[in-house]
């Protein structure tokens, strides 16, 4: 257990609420390290006193990143040096991936050590499908981007998962309601904690209930993949055509509704060259 680490780059996931979570595995690993790269030393403190362990720790965030990383390179030729991040996953929506990238190109040996990550905590929790899913991670807090990132994935067939803070929930729910109609969503909060809970409804109902309360903790969205098309859609379909065809080519059109209403382009296409 005292045992020297081999020297390289150790990515540890830590816990997102619970600290009981923490892996055996990775609490070994922290304990033995050389030194941890973390966000912020005081909550990796709080996660070392819960195991008992002292060790060096140095800052690694987005303000420091590349000024500091040269250096925590050339320490991993020769110590084990342990990142972590405040809660979860390093690397996910968290400073990292630059590491391992310079890492790898040192011929730096990178061990990880899986463990807690919210995105796929609440993708467990949701009830909605698990077989395809993209992570959004933090969606632009200013309206207009963050209804152009919606629409880039519109027509994605995979369940959506984002990260969101309390005060713009609502804002966020309304806008996804808005860019991709009423899907069924879940708001996974304070998982593992607490106060956790997991509430399911459509987009644009879970937009009208935390508008009226906006909630507090740290919150993931879970957002369902765009339905199958139903024969309702077609009506949709047709008339998305109809105009479309009026100003483009029937590929042109198909391509265009086919991208917009996330059906397939042949499906589409001969829909359109019936229609024309
Ligand atoms: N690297 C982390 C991971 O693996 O999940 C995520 C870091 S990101 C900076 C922090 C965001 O993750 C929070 O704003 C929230 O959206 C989500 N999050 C973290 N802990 C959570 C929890 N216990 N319950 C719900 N969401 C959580």
């Known amino acids: 257990m005292n045992a020297t680490l081999p020297p390289g780059l150790y990515i540890v996931a830590t816990p997102i609420g619970n600290l009981s979570d923490l892996s055996p595995r990775a609490a070994d690993i ?20 819960h195991i008992g362990a002292r060790r060096p720790m140095l800052p690694y965030h987005d303000h420091n990143a590349d000024r500091v990383r040269p250096a925590l390179i050339a320490r991993m030729q020769a110590e084990a040096v342990a990142l972590v991040s405040d809660a979860g996953t390093p690397l996910v929506s968290d400073p990292g991936y630059k590491l391992v990238r310079d890492a790898r190109a040192a011929g730096i040996a990178v061990t990880t050590v899986p463990g807690p990550c919210a995105a796929v905590a609440a993708l467990t ?7 395809r899913f993209l ?19 519109a ?13 713009r929930l609502a804002a966020c729910l309304a806008a996804l309601a808005e860019g991709l109609g009423e899907r069924e969503a879940a708001v996974a ?17 879970l937009a ?43 590929s ?25």
């Open 252 to 276: 042109r059109a198909a391509a265009e509704v086919a991208e917009r209403l996330g059906l397939p382009r042949r499906q589409v296409y001969e829909r359109a060259l019936a229609l024309k």
């Open 30 to 49: 922290l304990a033995r390290a050389d030194l941890i790269a973390v966000e912020d030393s005081r909550v990796t403190a709080r996660l070392l006193r």
């Open 208 to 250: 009208a209930r935390y508008a009226e309360a906006p909630p507090k903790g740290e919150i993931v969205i879970v957002v369902a993949p765009p339905g199958e098309a139903e024969p309702a859609a077609l009506a949709d379909v047709d008339a998305a055509l109809v105009e479309a065809l009026a100003r483009l080519s029937v």
């Open 125 to 131: 929790l949701a009830g909605l499908p698990t077989d």
């Open 189 to 205: 909060r304070e998982i593992s904690k607490r106060f956790e809970e997991t509430v399911t409804g459509t987009l644009g109902i």
């Open 135 to 153: 992570f959004l991670g933090f969606l632009p807090s200013k309206a207009g981007a963050r209804a152009a990132a919606i629409a880039e994935v």
């Open 155 to 167: 027509a994605v067939r995979a369940t959506l998962l984002l990260y969101e803070s309390g005060p």
